[in-house]
């Protein structure tokens, strides 16, 4: 269960979320993507398909979450948030737990899912990170981006005590440039903060992203041999190489009772 915030919008979350799972379903991963920014849903968009209902219709009580999820044409599983919906937008904290243990009913075999958030630390946006085994926080190489990466960490490491935090530096020059940014802040966290924080892979600056955003198909699909596809696919890999998540944070989880299963028990033990 992996989380995509940023703090500052139009970082690349989205952008990021879909090709990602994109790139790890084609490594043969089961993957569902939950766009849960939930009042200007748009990885519908990106994806070149259109979701009938969304997380408005599970609130209302209309329908239930598997009834709104749909397979995109390029065969991901999504599930979407409304576009344009103020209420959405100012969800509370209870309201996305309700939401989230939604999930434990839904009959699906996944292996990865992938929540893309809003921009921004609202209460809606630190819980559905809290429901993650992991935060990827998506950045870029400008100073209004970099202090708001950092203050999203420093919320979720030191007011909400998470862990598996790590940095994607996006629309970056070159590969060092965006391991040079981790370093950067990695090193303000170590002076100011609790904790450190992990780094997984960097995106370079690609216009095919946006020739594909355009043409409303995914990069993955639109461009598979461009630079930002190479690049997704290594963040892909190096997902999958990061070390297992042995622990719950301890508040409301996606698939919990799943993940929580009496083997998974006595291996925790
Ligand atoms: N690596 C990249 N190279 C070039 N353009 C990029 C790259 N990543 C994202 N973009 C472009 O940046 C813009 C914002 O991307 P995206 O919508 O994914 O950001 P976001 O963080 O989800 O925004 P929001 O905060 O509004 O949800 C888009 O036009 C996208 O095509
Ligand atoms: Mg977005």
């Given at each position: 269960m992996i989380g995509i915030a940023s703090g500052k919008g139009g970082t690349g979350k989205t952008t990021v979320a879909v090709n990602l799972a994109l790139a790890l379903q084609?490594?043969?991963?089961?993957?569902?993507?939950f766009d849960a920014d939930l009042g200007l849903a748009n990885a519908?968009?990106?994806?070149?398909?259109?979701?009938?209902?969304?997380i408005s219709h599970v609130l209302s009580g209309e329908k239930?979450?598997?009834?709104?999820?749909?397979?995109?044409?390029q065969k991901l599983r999504l599930i979407s948030g409304a576009s344009g919906n103020q209420a959405l937008a100012g969800l509370m904290t209870l309201e996305?737990?309700?939401?989230?243990?939604?999930?434990?009913?839904?009959?699906e075999d996944l292996d990865y899912l992938i929540v893309d958030t809003a921009a921004g630390i609202a209460p809606s946006v630190l819980a559905l990170m809290a429901a993650c085994h992991r935060r990827f926080?998506?950045?870029?190489?400008?100073?209004?981006?970099?202090?708001?990466?950092?203050?999203t960490v420093k919320v979720l490491l030191e007011d909400l005590h998470m862990d598996q935090i790590y940095l994607i530096p996006n629309a970056v020059k070159n590969k060092r440039v965006g391991e040079e940014l981790f370093q950067r802040i990695n090193r303000v966290c170590a002076q100011h903060l609790t904790h450190t924080i992990d780094y997984v892979a960097s995106i370079e600056l690609d216009?095919?992203?946006?020739?594909a955003n355009s043409?409303?198909?995914?990069?993955?699909?639109?461009?598979?041999?461009?630079?930002?596809?190479?690049?997704?696919?290594?963040?892909?890999?190096?997902?999958?190489?990061?070390p297992a998540v042995d622990h719950l944070s301890g508040g409301v989880q996606f698939f919990?009772?799943?993940?929580?299963?009496?083997?998974?028990?006595?291996?925790?033990?």
């Open positions: 084609e490594k043969g991963f089961r993957v569902m993507l519908p968009i990106l994806l070149g398909t259109r979701c009938p209902f969304n239930t979450l598997s009834d709104i999820v749909v397979t995109t044409p996305v737990t309700r939401l989230v243990q939604a999930f434990s009913d839904l009959h926080i998506v950045m870029r190489n400008d100073p209004l981006s970099i202090a708001d990466a950092y203050g216009d095919s992203i946006q020739d043409h409303l198909q995914p990069l993955m699909m639109f461009a598979p041999s461009s630079q930002g596809a190479k690049d997704f696919r290594l963040l892909a890999q190096a997902v999958t190489e990061l919990a009772r799943r993940w929580l299963t009496p083997h998974r028990l006595r291996e925790l033990h």
